[in-house]
């Protein structure tokens, strides 16, 4: 599958509200680190392409993973200390203004906003695992969902907020992608053990869930399936990494990081339609462009 050349949109401009500069042109907030560079800070973009815009200034910290807050407003992201260490989450407004770290998250990762708002899901070591939490976005009534002696990474909301998704790592190298129920706790697999898959994204629109898996092909690309595990089938399928999908407002595109197969090479942002046309580059620069999420 080759890529189309998109053309060059007018530059991106963010208000304090998260308004993207054109009518109805929801941007695409990410990470980014260069070989020169190897500290990372969140950017946006818009779709359409143009400049992105630098939103946090970290010379000897790490910002990455960030979630949009559903009015557009915030940004919830992870803040990496200079040694490595996981400092916990921030929020921050649009303009990179306004820092708030969310108390009781040292060592979490991964946030997720919820579709009302209010709370954030997060992963969070316990001993040598990772489980799931919901809490307040100023960080109180923290509660633990899961309890295993798997890793539970990258929780997802459904859109009426009474799920998460997730994907849960087991000590032989197998992902699987679950399912939790929030009044109950009750967990159903949503993928088949001894699968490799991760980085679930749940659909405001259409009840399906994309997610990256490596395949028998020996590389990763994205998949759809809906919440039950039905209706599961492969998005990309070029000789690439293809990781981190994040859905379009209207539940037609994914954006996604593409990478080659080797550390060193450059990995970019492309769009693509959930049938697997409409293959676009988004960004071209000779970074590492991650973790996007798309502005509901």
Do not use: C
């Not at 260490?85 to 009781?104: F, H």
């Not at 998250?105 to 997720?112: E, L, Q, Y």
């Not at 939490?133 to 929780?155: F, M, W």
């Amino acid at each position: 599958m080759t890529a189309t050349v998109m053309a060059i949109a007018a530059p991106l401009t963010l208000g304090a509200a998260g308004e993207a500069g054109a009518a109805g042109d929801h941007p695409i907030v990410f990470a980014r680190y260069t070989a020169a560079a190897p500290t990372e800070d969140l950017y946006a973009i818009s779709p359409s392409g143009g400049t992105t815009v630098k939103l946090t200034h970290t010379s000897t910290v790490s910002d990455v993973m960030p979630s949009w807050s559903p009015d557009g407003k915030r940004v919830a992201f992870v803040r990496y200390e200079a040694g490595g260490a996981i400092d916990g989450i921030w929020t921050m407004s649009t303009s990179g203004s306004d820092l708030k770290a969310v108390p009781g998250t040292k060592g979490a990762t991964d946030p997720a906003w919820s579709p009302d708002g209010k709370r954030l899901a997060y992963a969070k070591p316990v001993g040598t695992q990772r489980e799931i939490y919901v809490a307040a976005i100023d960080g109180t009534s923290a509660t633990r969902l899961t309890h295993t002696a798997d890793d539970d990474l990258h929780p997802t909301w459904s859109p009426d907020g009474k799920y998460l998704a997730f994907n849960r790592a087991d000590a032989a190298g197998n992902s699987r992608l679950m399912k939790i129920r929030l009044s109950t706790l009750a967990q159903t697999a949503i993928t088949g053990p001894g699968s490799h898959d991760a980085m679930p994204d749940w659909a405001s629109h259409g009840g399906r869930i994309a997610f990256s898996r490596v395949d028998a092909s020996g590389f990763a690309h994205l998949y759809v399936v809906r919440p039950d595990g039905t209706g599961l089938h492969r998005v990309t399928s070029a000789r690439f990494n293809d990781k981190y999908p994040s859905w379009s407002p209207d539940g037609s595109t994914l954006v996604f990081t593409r990478g080659g197969t080797d550390d060193a090479d450059p990995e970019h942002l492309y769009l693509v339609r959930a049938d697997g046309t409409a293959l676009t580059q988004l960004t071209k620069t000779g970074s590492h462009d991650l973790e996007a999420d798309w502005r509901p």
